[in-house]
């Protein structure tokens, strides 16, 4: 079983920067691609942030593409987001995900695996 624990979260003010991390145990973590997913209150969860098996390729949500940089650090099994000028709308639970197929991390659909969040809070 693949396990998933996110760290980082926090209070922060606006243009702020958090880095969250996902550390990966269980299985071969370079055959899973992990995304990155928030869910803010009274909202669905959505797309966040997106990368593959060897970390050659990411993808983002439109709302925080130049803001956000996810990364993996594949020897020591972490997925990270590196986000930057936060904004209120930011503010959610951030969970990652993990599957070994990257449609599904793309598309947010049918994941395998997920941790159990950790919340980023503007403090405006």
């Known amino acids: 079983q693949v396990q998933l624990i996110e760290s980082g979260g926090g209070l922060v003010q606006p243009g702020g920067s958090l880095r969250l991390s996902c550390a990966f145990s269980g299985r071969t973590f370079t055959d899973y691609t992990v995304g990155w997913f928030r869910q803010a209150p009274g909202t669905e969860r959505e797309f966040v942030a997106g990368i593959n098996w060897g970390g050659g390729s990411t993808r983002y949500a439109d709302s925080v593409r130049g803001r956000f940089t996810i990364s993996r650090d594949n020897a020591n099994m972490f997925v990270y987001l590196q986000m930057n000028g936060l904004k209120p709308e930011d503010t959610a639970v951030y969970y990652c995900?993990?599957?070994?197929?990257?449609?599904?991390?793309?598309?947010?659909?049918?994941?395998?695996?997920w941790g159990q969040g950790t919340q980023v809070t503007d403090s405006s």
């Open positions: 995900g993990a599957d070994t197929d990257f449609n599904s991390i793309l598309r947010g659909m049918l994941i395998d695996y």
